[in-house]
């Protein structure tokens, strides 16, 4: 297969395998790795959550001393939460066999204190799921 149609059939087969309310591909972000995919409506937190994923992802190969580790896509879906108190629901981090093989799926929802999100926390089970 010619390797320029890579990218665009792992995109086709990640339009196939994402959830329907993620299949937005006008709002992803792609990590240098590519190994994660971040949906979001904001450009800037997506594509922090993307860069940031891969430099923890780097930092506990080192510590483990692994080199293959984590190849499975994980996607992460972000959205505000719609509650009228302002807390956010417990994020849900689920192991997902599709047509085109497993992937990681971790959907956030932000409540009115972002930082109330420990991301590292719920990248790294992510990681540690697979």
């Known amino acids: 297969m010619n390797a320029c149609r890579l990218p665009w059939l792992a ?22 790795s590519r ?32 080199t293959g580790l984590w190849k499975t896509p994980i996607v992460i879906t972000i959205e505000r939460a719609a509650t009228v108190d302002g807390l956010a629901p417990q994020p849900v981090l689920r192991l997902v066999d599709t047509p085109a093989g497993q992937k990681i799926e971790l959907d956030v929802k932000i409540g009115a204190d972002p930082a109330a999100v420990n991301m590292q926390k719920l990248i790294l089970r992510a990681l540690l799921l697979e």
């Open 35 to 66: 190994q994660f995919v971040v949906f979001s409506s904001d450009i800037r937190l997506r594509q922090r959550v993307a860069s940031y994923a891969d430099d923890l992802t780097n930092d506990v190969k080192q510590l483990l001393g692994g």
């Open 11 to 32: 995109a086709l087969v990640m339009a196939i395998c994402l959830p329907a309310y993620a299949a937005d591909l006008r709002q992803q972000s792609v990590s240098r």
